[in-house]
């Protein structure tokens, strides 16, 4: 699979083609070797069928972007892992906002210039914005939860940085239904920076 330079990739999916049968343990045991000391391992390694593809047999993939508010100070311990704004978002709104993004629709107004897909249209199954409560050590945290069988180029992070300015006050939440029906990308809030995004999850039929 494939996402974003910069991007957490907590339960990213690759395969590789082996010449011989090799002991699952083993190949993850040796690939790891050859990572270190770079931020990345392979916590898991299992033997599949050849017509297994990563990326083009996925059939649902999940990921989350964390917002920190913070007005006292940005981040220490989790600098680059969250995206600091430093005043109170209206989370109520920005869900609100969310639920107008459900659905099959064009989202050329959430769409790199840069996307390599032959179409903008694309199946949102989820988009929730919540306050994370599970743990407050490291301050007040709002997650967005987004959800479908495949994204845009950089569509969530446009996606929250369109979010945020709901949470502004600056759009009410009903902008984003015109913004998305405008499929004008110039239109839409500025992109989310790389580090509060977390690709979760993909699965697979």
Wanted: proline share 3%; aromatic share 8%.
């Amino acid at each position: 699979g494939r996402t974003d330079a910069g991007v957490h990739a907590v339960g990213q999916v690759a395969h590789v083609d082996l010449e011989r049968d090799t002991n699952e343990k083993t190949v993850r045991d040796a690939i790891n070797a050859h990572l270190r000391p770079l931020p990345i391992s392979i916590v898991k390694a299992e033997a599949v069928s050849e017509e297994f593809h990563a990326r083009f047999k996925a059939t649902h993939r999940v990921y989350c972007y964390k917002i920190l508010m913070d007005r006292m100070a940005p981040p220490t311990v989790e600098a680059n892992r969250v995206w600091h704004v430093s005043w109170e978002l209206d989370v109520a709104a920005m869900h609100k906002a969310a639920q107008y993004l459900l659905g099959k629709h064009d989202f050329s107004s959430f769409r790199s210039a840069a996307c390599q897909a032959n179409s903008p249209i694309r199946t949102l199954d989820r988009c929730d914005v919540i306050e994370a409560k599970h743990d407050l050590s490291f301050g007040r945290h709002i997650e967005i939860w987004a959800e479908a069988r495949s994204f845009l180029h950089h569509q969530i992070r446009n996606i929250a940085g369109s979010l945020r300015m709901v949470g502004e006050r600056k759009w009410a939440p009903e902008d984003i239904k015109q913004v998305l029906e405008a499929k004008d990308r110039a239109l839409g809030g500025a992109m989310a920076p790389a580090s509060g995004l977390y690709f979760v999850r993909v699965d697979y039929s």
